[in-house]
C-alpha cells in the first residue's frame, strides 16, 4: 500500500521509511502507532467513507433523475410528434375552412336555399348520414372566431339534430315528447357519426400547443408530468373524428320574442339552420323556420319546453324540403 | 561490550572500532528526544551505561588517592569561541581510570594526540566538529529553547547541524594519518548512502521548493509601481517536489490516517522518514562527543601545561629490563590549585624495583607520588604525561596509597588502619604492577614500624613491582641502603638547598633530617613561639576575671 507523499523520484529505501512514517507500512516493534492516532484514523476514515457513500448515492441518484427526464422527455416528444404526424394540413385548416360559413350564417340572412338534389326522397338522410360537426348558438355569439369557440364549447348534441336525422312519426305531442325522452335517455343514439364543432375547434387549439418547446424546456420531472397529464387530456381521437366531418350543421337562434319565457327558458324565436357540403364548399340547406312552445301542454312545456322545439323544428324543416 | 551491528562506528580510542554504549536503547532515546524536544539527558544516560576497553587495572585502587576527577574536571579543558565548554568528566574518567590493556589501544590514541599537537589544522577541524556536535546535542536534547514551538523547524535544524557534522567529517579528516582517518572514512561512508541523499535532497527541498521569476517597476517616486510574474519554475530534480494536487492528496491521506491537515505534517513526515534513515550514523554522535573531548582536553592540559612554563609529553614505552625515566616531571594538580609546580627528574635503571623516598616534611615526597602515578595513568590511557620526557613501563596494575583519613565508623586505631591498608595492598597487587604507598607504617612506634616496613618491602619485591614508598624512617632506610640485602630496592631523597630548604628535588640516596625542626619553626611550633601563646592565653583570661568584677 503506497502514499501520496512518495514520489517516483525517491529511492526505494526512502519510500518504505515514508511508507512506514506514514503508517502505510507496519513499522519496526520499538515504534507503534499510538492508539490515539488509529482511533482518530478509523473515526475519520469511517466519515469518509460515510461521506462518499452519501456523495455517491446523490450523485447515482441525480444521475437516475436525470435519465429518467430524458426518457420521460423523450416519451413526450415522441408523443407530440405523433399527435402532429396524424394531421394532414387540410385538417390543420379546419376551422379556418369552417368559420367563414358560420360568420356568414349570422350575419344578414340572406334567404332560403335548398339545393335542388335534396328534393330527392331520402336525400336528406342521405345528406344527414355524412361525418357531421354541429353547432348551436344565439346568432349573436358567432362574430369571430373566439365567439364562435366559445359557443361551440356550450354546443352540444340536441333534440334538434336527433330529431333531424331521426325524425318522430307526428307531430303530436307525444310522440314528439317520446323521441325527445329516447334521445335524451340514451336509447339507440342516430348521430353518433355528428361530432360536435367544439371536439375540432378544442382538439386543434391543443394539438397546436407549443408542446415541443415546453418539454424541451420543462426543468424538472414533475413539469414534464405535467405536460404528459396535459397531453393526456387533449381528445385526440374526438378531434380526428370531427375534422373529418364533411357536412356542417349549424343552427342559430334569434333572438327570443317578446313574452314570458317557460322554466327552461324557451320563448318564441326564429332558427336559422344551415347544412354546408365542406368539401364542395357549397351550401346544401338554408333555412329560417319559428318556434313556439304555446302549442304544448303546460306541463309539458315547464320542464321540455325548448328540447321539443328542436325536435319540431327539426321535423318542420324536413317537411319544408318536401 | 555492546556489538557493532555491523554498522559504521568512528571510534578515535580503538584502533578496531568498538561500540560502547546501547545502540538500540541509544537509538530509543534519539527518536524520543527527536520528536519531542525533550531527552532527559540522552547523551549523559547512554555513556553512563557505555563501557570502556578491557583493562587490568582496578580504579578503586588509586582514582581517589589520585584526585583524578578534580584533575580531569580542573586541567581538561576545552575553549570553543573563547569560552570554556563543560565536559563529560565521569565519562573521561571513566576513560581514564581503566588504560586498556592492549598495548595498540593505547598507541592508537598516542598516535591521534601526536597528530593533533603536530597540527593546528587538524586540531581545528576537531575543534569545530566538536562545536558542531555540542549544538547537536543541544537541539536534540532541547536545551536551546528558541524556534521550540515550530517542531519542523526545530528537526530540520537538528538535521542541517547533523548533515554539517557529516560533511565536516567528510572533508576535514580524509588526509589525517593517525586514527583521526577513522571520521573521515565515515564521513565519506555516509555521504554516499542512501540516507545521507535523502537528508541532502530534504534540505534543499525545505530550502528551495521553487525559483519565481518577478519582474517589479519602480515610479518615479521609487516607490513599487507593480509587480510581473514572469515565471514559476518548481524545483523538479528534486525528489521530493511533487504535484500540487498530489500534495493534497497527501494532506487528506495523513487527515484520515489521523495526522494533521497541514502541509506542516507532510513535511512532519518526511522528516521522520530522513532521520529514521540516518539514525544508525547520527547514533554514533554520543560516543563520538565523548572521544573527541578526550583528545581536546588532553590537549587542553598541554595548553595549560605550556601557559605555566611546563612541558608534556607523549611517553615511550620501555621493556621490563630499560631504563625508566622522567624528565621535568610536575605535579598537574598544582596547577589546578594555583600552586607552583617545580618539575624533577626521576629515573630507576628498571621495571621492577622498589624506591624508598625519604626527605624533609613538606619537601614534595607526596606530590611526587602523586605525578608519578596521574603519568603512569595518563601513559598508558595514550595521554600527554606531565613531563617533558617519559620512558614508562606497562604496568598491568596500580595500587596507590597516600591519604589515610579517619573515618566515624573507624573500629580500628591508626596501627590497625595502617595493618589493614597493608593486607588490602596485597590482596589486589598483580605482579608487575605500580606501588605507590605515602608513609608506610608511620602509626606506631618507630621499632615496630620498621620491622613490619621491612616485611612489606621484602614481600613486594616478590611480586616484581615498580613501588615507590615514601617514609620518615631514615635509620632503617639508612640501614637497607646500607645492607644492600633487598637487591631491587632504590633510595632517593629529597633534595636540599644551601639554606637546608627543600628544592623539590630528587636525588639518589637516604636523607639525613626530616628538617621537623624547619617545619615547625614555619609552622610557628618552636619553644618559644608556644610559650608566647601560652602567656598570652594567661594574660587574657585574667583580663576576663578582672572586668568581671568591675
Known sequence: ??????????????????????????????????????????????????????????????????????????????????????????????????????????????????????????????????????????????????????SASASTRDSLVLCLIDPPASRAEKVVLSKVRAAYGGGVNVAQHVRRLHDAESGLKQILMPWEERIRNAPELRDLQHVKAELAEVPVEAMKRALRAELLIAAMDEPDEAGPADLDGERPHQVRVALIDLPSGKIVLRTRKRVDPNWLAATTRSNFASAVDGCALALDIRSGIR | MHGSLGARIPDLLHPVPLQRIDVEMTKIAMTFAFASGVSGGLFAEALDKSTVAPSTWEPAAYVSDLFLHEFVARCFQVRLGGRETPLFTTQLVKVLERPPADPAVAEHRRAIAAELAASPELRAELEQLYAALCKFRSLLEGATAGRKWDANRRQLDILVVAKEIIDRMAAGFGGARSGLAVLGAFGQEVQQSEPYRSLSDLLRYEEHLATVSLKVRVGADGRIQAFELQAVQENAQNPFVSSPIKR???????????????????????????????????????????????????????????????????????????????????NPLLLVHG??????????????????????????????????????????????????????????????????????????GRLGVELIRIRALFERLPPGAMVILDELCSGTNPSEGEEIFELVVKMLTRLKPQAFITTHFLAFAARLEKERKIADLRFLQVE???????????????????????????????????????????????????????
Open chain 2, 339 to 412: 600552586g607552583k609546580a617545580v618539575p624533577c627528574n626521576i629515573a630507576s635503571d628498571r621495571h621492577a624495583t622498589t624506591v624508598l623516598v625519604t626527605g624533609p616534611n613538606s619537601g614534595g615526597k607526596t606530590r611526587l607520588l602523586q605525578a608519578i602515578g596521574i603519568a603512569q595513568i595518563l601513559g598508558q590511557s595514550g595521554l600527554f604525561v606531565p613531563a617533558r620526557a617519559a620512558r614508562l613501563a606497562l604496568a598491568p596494575g596500580l595500587v596507590v596509597s597516600l591519604i589515610q583519613e579517619t573515618k566515624a565508623d573507624q573500629t580500628e
Open chain 2, 248 to 330: 493534497w492528496l497527501a494532506r487528506i491521506e495523513l487527515f484520515l490516517r489521523g495526522y494533521k491537515f497541514g502541509e506542516g505534517e507532510i513535511m512532519a513526515r518526511l522528516i521522520d522518514a530522513v532521520f529514521e534513515g540516518l539514525e544508525d550514523d547520527l547514533v554514533q554522535f554520543v560516543q563520538l562527543l565523548v572521544d573527541i573531548e578526550l583528545y581536546l582536553g588532553a590537549l587542553g592540559f598541554r595548553d595549560m601545561a605550556h601557559a605555566a612554563g611546563l612541558a608534556v609529553c607523549l611517553p615511550e614505552f620501555v621493556g621490563p629490563a630499560e631504563t625508566r625515566e622522567l624528565s621535568a616531571l610536575f
Open chain 1, 1 to 150: 500500500m503506497g502514499t501520496f507523499l512518495a514520489t517516483h523520484k525517491m529511492d526505494p529505501a526512502l519510500i518504505a521509511r515514508i511508507e512506514r512514517s506514514v503508517g502505510s507500512r507496519p513499522r519496526t516493534a520499538r515504534v507503534k502507532p499510538s492508539a490515539a492516532r488509529l482511533r482518530a484514523s478509523l473515526l475519520r476514515l469511517t466519515i469518509a467513507i460515510a461521506v462518499t457513500a452519501l456523495a455517491t448515492t446523490a450523485i447515482l441518484a441525480r444521475r437516475r433523475y436525470h435519465q429518467e427526464m430524458t426518457r420521460a422527455r423523450a416519451s413526450l416528444l415522441g408523443t407530440v410528434h405523433a399527435m402532429g404526424a396524424a394531421l394532414t394540413p387540410e385538417e390543420r385548416k379546419f376551422m379556418s375552412r369552417v368559420e367563414p360559413w358560420i360568420t356568414g350564417l349570422a350575419g344578414v340572412y340572406e334567404g332560403e336555399i335548398v339545393a335542388d338534389e335534396l328534393r330527392l326522397p331520402y336525400a336528406l338522410d342521405l345528406v344527414l348520414a355524412r361525418p357531421s360537426v354541429y353547432v348551436r348558438g344565439p346568432v349573436a355569439a358567432f362574430g369571430n372566431a373566439n365567439a364562435i369557440a366559445d
Open chain 2, 496 to 550: 636540599l638547598g644551601p639554606d637546608e630548604r627543600p628544592t623539590y628535588q630528587f636525588a639518589p640516596g637516604v636523607a639525613r633530617t626530616s628538617l621537623a625542626g624547619q617545619a615547625a619553626a614555619r609552622l610557628g611550633v618552636t619553644g618559644d613561639q608556644l610559650l608566647s601563646l601560652v602567656e598570652r592565653n594567661i594574660a587574657q583570661m585574667q583580663g576576663a576575671m578582672l572586668n568581671g568584677r568591675g
